[in-house]
């Protein structure tokens, strides 16, 4: 279970310019389901898969991952805790330019001392999975925009993390895609993992593999379906 009590987050805090960006925000977020995050832009959904994520911390308010409190974690322990617990698909991807689809991939695990050779035999499992086997040795410079967006889940998967966090993971996807993305996504909950999104698309919030769906509105929580 995630856990968020009462988790607000302020940009440019007692400046000119404050956002409140979450405001207030408690919810429990169950382990090996799928929960998706809906409402207008600018409602605080990637502020708030961040704070999920380890990536940022609230202004105010606790996070706890399974009964760990991480809101408060010095820097060394939350970083540690976002390589060993998440994989992100962010909107702006992050892949590496002159690095080809394969190695971008498999690049998170570099840290992890794994034997390359398995870790590529999983890249490629993962890139054939979505379709983008053939491309593998091609530099990410030169995929499309959907293509783009299927390397990055291919990347965020790579470790095995058991937490999946993602952004608009298919706002660049037709609906074959998105139909696959979704059956990726059904089968990494059935062994067991956690999938986190957001998502404008009601394509998304109607699949069956999404076991609950929460609505924001200026920071806030303003519904909640299972
Ligand atoms: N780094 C930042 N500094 C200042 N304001 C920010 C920052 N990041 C986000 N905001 C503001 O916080 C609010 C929430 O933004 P957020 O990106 O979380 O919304 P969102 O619901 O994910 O939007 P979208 O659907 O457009 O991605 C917005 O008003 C945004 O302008």
Redesign the pocket.
Same mark, same amino acid.
């Given at each position: 279970m995630i856990s968020l009590h009462a988790v607000t987050k302020l940009?440019?805090e007692g400046r000119p +310019?404050e956002?409140r960006?979450?405001d207030n925000v408690s919810l429990e977020i169950e382990r090996d389901a799928v929960t998706v995050f809906k /409402?207008? *832009? +600018?409602? +605080?959904?990637?502020? %708030? %898969? *961040?704070i999920i994520g380890c990536m940022a911390r609230p202004s105010a308010g606790r996070v706890l991952i399974d009964g760990r409190l991480v809101s408060g974690l010095p820097e060394r322990f939350l970083t540690e805790e976002r390589r060993s617990t998440f994989g992100f698909v962010f909107?702006r991807f992050n892949l590496i330019r002159g690095l080809s689809l394969l190695e971008n991939v498999t690049l998170p695990a570099a840290p992890l001392g794994e034997d390359p050779r398995e870790v590529e035999a999983r890249a490629l499992a993962r890139l054939e999975a979505l379709g983008l086997a053939g491309k593998a040795a091609m530099p990410v410079e030169y995929l499309s925009g959907g293509e783009t967006q299927r390397a990055a889940i291919a990347r965020a998967l790579i470790n095995d993390a058991p937490i999946l966090i993602a952004?608009?993971p298919t706002a660049n996807l037709d609906t074959e895609l998105t139909h696959r993305f979704l059956d990726i996504v059904g089968a990494l909950r059935d062994e067991g993992r956690t999938v986190i999104m957001?998502s404008?698309d009601p394509r998304i919030w109607q699949a069956d593999h999404v076991n609950a769906v929460i609505s924001?509105q200026d /920071?806030r929580i303003v519904g909640e379906y299972a």
């Open positions: 940009y440019n +310019g956002v960006a979450v /409402g207008p *832009s +600018g409602s +605080g959904k990637t502020t %708030l %898969l *961040s909107q952004d608009e957001t404008h924001m /920071g």
